[in-house]
């Protein structure tokens, strides 16, 4: 009842602050109508050939609309420590291609690298940790609930120190250490490898990945932890 609860007023109040969570530390992230608080991965402005805003919502403009076909990668100005992050996804169920994005943290300033959640339609064929929830090429995602493409899901990124949460749909899905044996050893066996300190860095932005269209996000929240 409480996720029911708590959707329904998602519904409601898109991109709103309730009362309680403003004096909970909450900060909007995404206003419906701006890209303040955002700038391009590795430009100080925002890259409106991928990107739109409309109803809303932050849409990634299929590859196939765009007069320039890139990927743009858009990132947070403020860089985040300890924190809880949370976000409505809905991936697109009418295009002629895989719908792929997700939102990397701990990003370093100029660069698009950073741990991921990934957000992607459900191909079932994916051998290795890249599917939905997923920390991408890491570690897997569990027990998950997804809704249908065209639908709405909730996600949320909770960091602590080391220990990092993935929800989707408010179940926990996956939980792991940065810097930990189980993250070491898995990253010794992912692109990742020769990257040094790759997830462990004190800070970083968060950004959303733009991998060809098809997703798009509302109701982009953060609670910063001490």
């Known amino acids: 009842m ?5 959707w329904r007023r998602a519904e409601a109040q898109t991109n709103i602050l309730t009362d309680s969570e403003i004096k909970a ?15 391009g991965a590795k430009t100080d402005t925002i890259p409106t050939n991928g990107w739109k805003i409309e109803n809303g919502e932050l849409l990634t403009i299929p590859r196939d609309k765009r007069p320039v076909k ?22 697109a169920k009418d295009l002629n291609q895989s719908t792929n994005s997700g939102i990397k943290y701990f990003v370093q300033t100029g660069t698009s690298l ?9 191909l079932k064929e994916v051998k290795y940790p890249g599917e939905l929830a997923d920390l991408y090429e890491l570690f897997s995602a569990k ?20 220990h990092v ?9 996956l939980e792991f250490e940065r810097g ?36 798009s996000f509302r109701n ?3 609670r910063v932890l001490n």
């Open 2 to 6: 409480l996720i029911i609860s708590s």
């Open 25 to 39: 530390g909450w900060q909007l992230l995404f206003d419906g109508k701006t890209f303040t608080g955002w700038r």
């Open 70 to 91: 890139v990927n743009e990668d858009i990132i947070t100005t403020t860089q985040y420590s300890n924190f809880e992050f949370q976000f409505d996804f809905k991936m």
């Open 114 to 122: 950073g741990l991921e959640y990934q957000i992607i339609e459900e």
């Open 143 to 162: 027990n998950k609930k997804v809704n249908p493409m065209g639908s709405w899901n909730q996600g949320k990124i909770l960091v602590q120190g080391r």
């Open 165 to 173: 949460e993935h929800w989707l749909n408010g179940i926990m899905v």
């Open 180 to 215: 930990g044996k189980a993250f070491l050893e898995q990253k010794s066996k992912s692109k990742f490898k020769g990257i040094k300190d790759f997830g462990e860095f004190p800070q970083g932005h968060i950004l959303l990945q733009d991998h060809g269209g098809g997703v």
């Open 220 to 222: 982009l929240k953060i």
